[in-house]
């Protein structure tokens, strides 16, 4: 599905969400340490670990339609480059099944395998990153991880909410805003282009977010909550990203120039 950008007319591919995590009850005291300062760093943390398995999910919501999809791989935070299997939905009768999309994720480059109508099965798709509206915060179904918690470098307003269990692991819940414009001042230099594209693309600077980290300040889960206008209406679309299996083995060859099709592509 494709959707316009009312700030600036690019267009943007939306998904869904599927709200992974756990249950919990908020309690325990506070951890030491400043709220903000502790989810600016999760990025940094996550630079440390070096990689991890990652899942996917959006969820777009306008004029009571919802349309949800899904990801699954993993990245390489230190290179900021990652492999995900993208599933769209079925179509509005329920019957087509759609092939999944493969993503690669690189700086300033998304490469999409079965993007759609048009595409040879054996070519990529290649995307500038920093030219999208959304810096692929959104565009791709998937939101690269890496701009995930790249974007909370930018957080202002957070609050500890409480030590919850997600798969086993106790995390700690924060809630907050993200500033795009000041997460992509901070951002590291892979990432910044992107997200200085998002600043400019979105119809609101800032973004409400709920983020989970481990007693390592590793991002387990984070969860941002996007809106922009689309022909008058505000869309609402929810991106989840889930990470766990932490210096789990990613490879990421990216595709040779000859491999990447040129053509006009069908949407």
């Known amino acids: 599905m494709v959707v316009r950008n009312g700030r600036s007319g690019g267009a943007l591919a939306v998904a869904a969400v599927l709200l992974v995590g756990g249950c919990g009850t908020p309690g325990g005291a506070p951890p030491a340490g ?35 999809i899904r990801g699954e791989g993993g990245y390489d935070f230190r290179r900021r480059t990652g492999r995900l299997q993208v599933i769209l939905p079925k179509d509005a009768a329920g019957e087509s099944e759609h092939r999944p999309i493969t993503e690669l994720l690189a700086p300033g480059a998304l490469y999409m395998k079965n993007r759609g109508a048009g595409v040879p099965a054996d070519k990529w798709v290649r995307v500038d990153t920093t030219t999208l509206d959304d ?26 909410v409480g030590e919850v269990d997600l798969a086993g692991v106790k995390v700690r819940h924060y809630r907050g805003i993200a500033d795009i414009a000041e997460a992509a001042r901070r ?48 869309v609402a679309v929810a991106s989840t ?9 990613v490879t990421v060859r990216l595709p040779e120039h000859k491999d990447i099709y040129a053509g006009k592509i069908q949407t």
């Open 135 to 160: 810096g692929n915060l959104v565009t791709g179904g998937a939101t690269d991880p890496a701009a995930a918690a790249e974007l909370l470098r930018g957080a202002h307003q957070v609050a500890y």
């Open 187 to 234: 951002a590291s230099p892979q990432m910044r282009g992107a997200l200085a594209a998002a600043a400019k693309g979105f119809t609101t600077d800032t973004v409400p977010f709920d983020a989970y980290l481990d007693g390592e300040g590793r991002l387990r889960k984070v969860r941002h909550q996007f809106s922009f206008t689309n022909q008058g209406r505000t």
């Open 34 to 68: 400043d709220p903000t300062e502790t989810v600016r760093g999760a990025a940094e943390a996550l630079a440390r670990a070096g990689s991890s398995k990652a899942t996917t999910s959006m969820e777009m919501a306008s004029g009571g339609t919802r349309v949800t």
């Open 241 to 249: 990203t889930l990470l766990y299996g932490f210096g789990a083995r």
